[in-house]
C-alpha cells in the first residue's frame, strides 16, 4: 500500500528498491538523454513514440503521466521542448490518462512564464507547486487540479471527500508569505525584469564556454547550465572541485555530477551576477586547465 516511487534516479531509489512498486517509466526527453546520432527534435519524437505504445497498450492500467515540464532537475539540468508536452498532453487526453506536472523547479517563472504550462496549450489535470511559491521565505507547498476533479471528490457524503490533509495545510504564515511573493510578481514586473537578467546568465555561460572542457550550453528564463569535462578528473568530482574553490570566494553552488547550473534567485543584481561569472570563470580554470599526467590527482580534489 506504501510502496511509491516516481524518480528514475537510483541513488535515491536503490535502498528501497525491494519495496517500490516498479512503475511504468518513459525514456526523458531532456537533451542530456539525447544519443548523440540523433538531433534533439528525432531523440524527443522517439520518446514520444515510446510513450504513445505504451498509453496505447496499457491506458487502462495507468492512471496518471508525471513530468517535470521543460526541465529535469536532479536529473541533471536537462531540456526539452514545448513540442513534447503539447504532444504528451495531447497523448494523456485521447487515452483518458491524467496529466501531472511536477512544477516544484519549474513553477513560479522559472523558465520564462509563469508555469511551464504557460508554453501549452493543453493543459494539464494536476499542477505541484511548492519552492518558488513563497520565494522560499516560508515553507508552503499545493497541488492544484481541474474543477471536475475538485467536483469528484464534492459531495454531502463524508466519505468521498479528500480527507488526506496535513496537520499544517493551508498553514497562514505561509499563505501570507506566498501572497505578498505573488504581489511582489506584479509590482515589480519580476517576469519582466528576468528578461535581461536571463541573458547575463546566458552571456556569463557563454563566455565560460569558450574554456575547453566547458559545454553543452542550455537553459531557459531563470535557470542556465554547462556540463564540464576533463581527461583525468572524474565527473562526480569535476563539479565538487569547481564549488569548493567558488565556495572559497564565498559563492555557494550546488552543481550535479559534472553539471554546472545557476538557478539564482530573481532579485540578484547585475553587479552580484557579474561577480558570479568572475568567480566561476577563476574555479573553471583552475580545474579544468591543468594538463594532468595519467593517474595524477587533481591539487583541488585533495581539500
Ligand atoms: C525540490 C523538488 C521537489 C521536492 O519538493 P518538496 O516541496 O520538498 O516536496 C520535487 N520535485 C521537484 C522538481 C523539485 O525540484
Known sequence: MYKRQITD????????????????RVPSPADIFCPVSLTQTEHEQQCLATLESLLANEHEQ????????????????GFYSADYLESALALCQRFGVHAIFDEIATGFGRTGKLFALDYCEVKPDFVCLSKGLTG???????????????????????????????SYSGNPLGCAAALASLEVFDQDQVLKCNQAKSARIEAGFEQLS?????????????????????????????????????????????????????????????????????TLQQACETVLKQEAPAGYTHPSLLA
Open 136 to 166: 522560499g521565505y516560508l515553507p508552503m507547498s499545493a497541488v492544484v487540479t481541474t474543477d471536475s476533479i475538485y467536483q469528484a471528490f464534492l459531495d454531502t457524503k463524508l466519505e468521498r471527500a479528500f480527507l488526506h490533509s496535513h
Open 9 to 24: 534516479i537510483p541513488l535515491f531509489t536503490k535502498q528501497y528498491a525491494p519495496l517500490l512498486i516498479n512503475h511504468k
Open 210 to 278: 569558450q574554456l575547453s572542457g566547458v559545454g553543452s550550453l542550455r537553459g531557459l528564463g531563470m535557470v542556465w547550465a554547462v556540463t564540464l569535462t576533463h581527461p583525468q578528473v572524474s565527473s562526480a568530482q569535476l563539479g565538487l572541485a569547481v564549488a569548493k574553490l567558488a565556495r572559497d570566494q564565498g559563492l555557494m553552488i550546488r552543481p550535479i555530477g559534472n553539471q554546472l547550473y545557476l538557478m539564482p534567485p530573481y532579485c540578484i543584481t547585475d553587479d552580484q551576477l557579474d561577480q558570479v561569472f568572475i
Open 62 to 77: 495507468i492512471c496518471a503521466l508525471i513530468l517535470e515540464p521543460l526541465m529535469q532537475g536532479a536529473a541533471g539540468m
